[in-house]
């Protein structure tokens, strides 16, 4: 089954800066949102970002004026940009696309560490 594949954590220091990539593993179509999420040891997912199909995009509070998503439609990929990191930015974050259906594609999620 198609799956989508992120790229681009790892460790960083406060005030530091990532940029993850996710494109799909095979071909989706009729996509109507694109989104990142988070998800701490111990606490729910929530949602950090997201990008409607006409390029309306929404932010968490906590990450608003610091991360940016994008899209490349030539390269099927969407980005998500993360200026300022802090500690309470460490989490595992996941690439969510959901079609015109309501079918969730999901990412295996990546690994992003904020640490001194």
């Known amino acids: 089954q198609v799956q989508l594949v992120e790229s681009g954590g790892g460790l960083v220091q406060p005030g530091g800066s990532l940029r993850l990539s996710c494109a799909p593993s095979?071909?989706?179509?009729?996509?109507?949102?694109m989104a990142w999420y988070r998800q701490a040891p111990g606490k729910q997912r929530e949602s950090v970002a997201v990008?409607?199909?006409?390029?309306?995009?929404n932010y968490a509070d906590s990450v608003k004026g610091r991360f940016t998503i994008s899209r490349d439609n030539a390269k099927n990929t969407v980005y998500l940009q993360m200026n300022s990191l802090k500690p309470e930015d460490t989490a595992v974050y996941h690439c969510?696309?959901?079609?015109?259906?309501?079918?969730?594609?999901w990412g295996q999620g990546t690994q992003v560490t904020v640490s001194s």
């Open positions: 969510n696309w959901r079609d015109w259906r309501t079918k969730d594609y």
């Open positions: 095979g071909s989706i179509f009729g996509i109507s949102t």
């Open positions: 990008m409607s199909s006409g390029g309306t995009t």
